[in-house]
T-cell receptor
Framework: KAGVTQTPRYLIKTRGQQVTLSCSPI?????VSWYQQTPGQGLQFLFE???????NKGNFPGRFSGRQFSNSRSEMNVSTLELGDSALYLC????????????FGPGTRLTVL | AQTVTQSQPEMSVQEAETVTLSCTYD???????LFWYKQPPSRQMILVIR??????QNATENRFSVNFQKAAKSFSLKISDSQLGDTAMYFC????????????????FGKGTKLSVKP
């Protein structure tokens, strides 16, 4: 089985722009979670989707949003980018409905200039 | 709120030796999961081992085993016969078991321990 894939792998944007990141879960996995990883804050939970519904959301501003499609693929969007949004964004999928075994993708490295 | 603490920012071990990484957590929950994830320099996060809190038996996966002390809220990872490929950041993580209403399910991570295996 193919693993979790994320596109693009690297992205450079400027302040004020918006960005969309994509995640394709492992085949058969319906739970998708997103995390932000920075040197200062470490790994922080963004949101979780299951069957196209957002089930849980972390403590991030409304500029961060996401969605999940019927094929379980997920996207996250960040609007009005700030320098502090520079991070590695990780997507994880889970074969279980409660998400208790998460498999991560390689991440998207976002740099905001 | 739950917190996870990894008190060893960096560790090193000689190849073929054994090393133990520490993790403590704070929670008032009784039902939860604990995990160790490995993130090699290539950045792909890999699940190493998982422990359900209701199980008294410590989880084991090949050379990796845990020492789960629920009362002490401690969850250490032991790596036996260390290999060069074990060089990575290791993250301890907590997840509250999803209850009725589905309000939980996200991983809470510690800051990580950077492990270097030396030849």
């Amino acid at each position: 089985k193919a693993g979790v894939t994320q596109t693009p792998r690297y992205l450079i944007k400027t302040r004020g722009q918006q960005v969309t990141l994509s995640c394709s879960p492992i085949s058969g996995h319906r739970s998708v979670s997103w995390y932000q990883q920075t040197p200062g804050q470490g790994l922080q939970f963004l949101f979780e989707y299951f069957s196209e519904t957002q089930r849980n959301k972390g403590n991030f501003p409304g500029r961060f949003s996401g969605r999940q499609f019927s094929n379980s693929r997920s996207e996250m969007n960040v609007s009005t980018l700030e320098l502090g949004d520079s991070a590695l964004y990780l997507c994880a999928s889970s074969p279980t409905s409660d998400g208790n075994e998460q498999f991560f993708g390689p991440g998207t490295r976002l740099t905001v200039l | 709120a739950q917190t996870v603490t990894q008190s060893q920012p960096e560790m090193s071990v000689q190849e073929a030796e054994t090393v133990t990484l520490s993790c403590t957590y704070d929670t008032s929950e009784n039902n939860y999961y604990l995990f160790w994830y490995k993130q090699p320099p290539s950045r792909q996060m890999i699940l190493v081992i998982r422990q359900e809190a209701y199980k008294q038996q410590n989880a084991t996966e090949n050379r990796f085993s845990v020492n789960f002390q629920k009362a002490a809220k401690s969850f250490s990872l032991k790596i036996s016969d260390s290999q060069l490929g074990d060089t990575a950041m290791y993250f301890c993580a907590f997840m509250k078991q999803r209850g009725y209403g589905g309000s939980q399910g996200n991983l809470i991570f510690g800051k990580g321990t950077k492990l270097s295996v030396k030849p």
